[in-house]
């Protein structure tokens, strides 16, 4: 079930009750979200990774006022940023959540998204993308209102199709023109105005590789806090065309049978990775 990938609530449930922001910072001790670009900082002087509990030490500098996000394990999370290149207490280490680095179990990866996710939105919207006032938050909400004009704004995600083009016991993937050769994805992009997520699949496999798809199936979603998108992944078969790279964002585009796969893209906790491993096979459908 795509709903178990890493960054989306599920994987935490049991572990953390999402909240809406507290209004004002009350001093009920939790645990520390500390972010440091897509890094978490862990303790590590037990075996397993783990997320600082109580007061900070006074060496962290927080990069703005601390936010509580939810419930960790039933005490309060505050998620907080510090600087890149900060030096870091002893006993504590900054474990990436992005890329292939997989010493943060999916857990944490999981919270340091969410975390990244917000710190992003809250940096984000300070100001009113219409007059350029200030905003308040609405009450219990991630959503904020703008005094000057009354807009309101709300988190912004965005939504990214990601498709496994299929052709019997072949699949499509792609060089993206900013990948090291050898290195192959599905095809994906932003949702653009006026589509459905079935257009968006049939346009960016039009635009990305010259072919035409059919049969465009839904298999599952993935929060993607890089630093706020909603990954939509489909299958599709290959309905006529000729492969044809647009040379621009995409510099080849190529069909591989199972066996020939170049090595595997991306983060293991991709649903990239996940629609690859569950559906590269002929046979498996949905
Ligand atoms: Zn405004």
Known sequence: MSSSLPFNTSTVRGLFTPLPPEQELD????????????????????????????????????????????????????????????????????LPFQGQDTR????????????????HWERRSRFC?????????????????????????????????????????????IRNAAWNPGRFSLVAGFVDFGESLEECVQREVREEAGIEVENIRYVGSQCWPFPSQQMIGFLADYAGGEVRPDGVE?????????????????????????????????????
Request: glycine letters at 8%.
């Open 129 to 173: 993308s219409h007059c350029g006032g200030e905003l308040t938050r609405i009450t219990a909400s991630w959503g904020k209102r703008c005094p000057s004009c009354s807009d309101v704004h709300f988190p912004h995600i965005h939504p990214c199709i990601i498709v496994l083009v299929r052709r019997g016991d072949e699949l499509l993937l």
């Open 250 to 286: 995409v510099v080849e585009a190529e069909w591989f049978s199972e066996d020939t796969l170049p090595a595997s893209p991306g983060s293991k906790r991709s649903i990239s990775r996940w629609i690859m491993e569950s559906y590269s096979k002929s046979g498996t459908s949905v």
């Open 104 to 119: 943060l179990d999916n857990t944490l990866a999981t919270i340091a998204g969410r975390a990244a996710q917000i710190l």
């Open 27 to 94: 001093d009920t001790p939790g645990f520390w979200a500390v972010l440091q670009g897509y890094s978490l900082l862990v303790l590590v002087e037990s075996r397993q990774a783990q997320l600082p509990e109580g007061s900070l030490p006074a060496d962290i500098t927080a990069e703005a006022a601390p936010l509580r996000i939810g419930l960790w394990q039933g005490k309060p999370l505050r998620a907080v940023s510090i600087v890149a290149g900060a030096i870091l207490p002893a006993g504590y280490e900054a």
